[in-house]
């Protein structure tokens, strides 16, 4: 049996978990170090040690943190709806500022460090999972072929929102995500 963590340590956590996010975002990963964490946050070096035994641990569990859930649409409401509503919760999630901002840090980071990759490659399994769920109502519902390529999809429709996001763009993502399901939809119709 896990022994529970205290309050006082989950502030403290929590503490260092904002304060290395935001030297992340302001400085890159090379800014991230334990002095600099621990000065930003008010929070002892030896309580940092507590939560984690290096600082590739803590950058792992500040990318875990700023991982957006993106809400699952209802799939009783039908294709078209429930793809619309994913996109549309997609732009909103991409639109915030915090996840704007960290989105360079993380992918520069993913190159370097496998078990961040391997968190980032999770988080994107379980978006097309949900995606591939959507998509099989369409199946179903006769509007697009069973030979779908989830991965080809889930490109089409993120790149552009991610695109524009990443180039500053953020404030028309929900627009430009119904603009490319339209697209994505009248390219099946028949």
């Given at each position: 049996m896990t022994k529970p963590i205290s309050p006082r340590a989950l502030r403290s956590r929590e503490k260092l978990l904002r304060a290395a996010t935001e030297l992340l975002?302001?400085?890159?990963?090379?800014?991230?170090?334990?002095?600099?964490?621990?000065?930003?946050?008010?929070?002892?070096?030896?309580?940092?040690?507590?939560?984690?035994?290096?600082?590739?641990?803590?950058?792992?569990?500040?990318?875990?943190?700023?991982?957006?859930?993106?809400?699952?649409?209802?799939p009783s409401r039908g294709f078209e709806v429930a793809l619309r509503t994913y996109m549309g919760n997609a732009a909103t999630t991409i639109a915030?500022?915090?996840?704007?901002?960290?989105?360079?840090?993380?992918?520069?980071?993913?190159?370097?460090?496998?078990?961040?990759?391997?968190?980032?490659?999770?988080?994107?399994?379980?978006?097309?999972?949900?995606?591939?769920?959507?998509?099989?109502?369409?199946i179903a519902e006769g509007l697009l072929p069973a030979s779908i390529d989830t991965d080809m999809v889930s490109n089409l429709l993120f790149g552009p929102i991610f695109f524009s996001s990443l180039v500053g763009q953020s404030t028309e993502l929900e627009k430009l995500s119904d603009y490319v399901v339209d697209r994505f939809i009248a390219s099946y119709a028949t």
């Amino acid at each position: 049996m896990t022994k529970p963590i205290s309050p006082r340590a989950l502030r403290s956590r929590e503490k260092l978990l904002r304060a290395a996010t935001e030297l992340l975002v302001e400085s890159g990963p090379r800014g991230v170090t334990v002095d600099a964490v621990s000065d930003a946050s008010g929070v002892a070096k030896s309580t940092l040690y507590r939560h984690w035994q290096t600082r590739d641990e803590m950058l792992v569990d500040v990318v875990r943190c700023n991982i957006p859930d993106i809400d699952e649409p209802d799939p009783s409401r039908g294709f078209e709806v429930a793809l619309r509503t994913y996109m549309g919760n997609a732009a909103t999630t991409i639109a915030d500022p915090q996840w704007s901002r960290i989105v360079p840090a993380m992918m520069s980071l993913r190159t370097t460090m496998p078990d961040l990759a391997a968190i980032v490659d999770e988080d994107r399994s379980a978006k097309a999972n949900k995606l591939q769920a959507i998509l099989d109502l369409g199946i179903a519902e006769g509007l697009l072929p069973a030979s779908i390529d989830t991965d080809m999809v889930s490109n089409l429709l993120f790149g552009p929102i991610f695109f524009s996001s990443l180039v500053g763009q953020s404030t028309e993502l929900e627009k430009l995500s119904d603009y490319v399901v339209d697209r994505f939809i009248a390219s099946y119709a028949t």
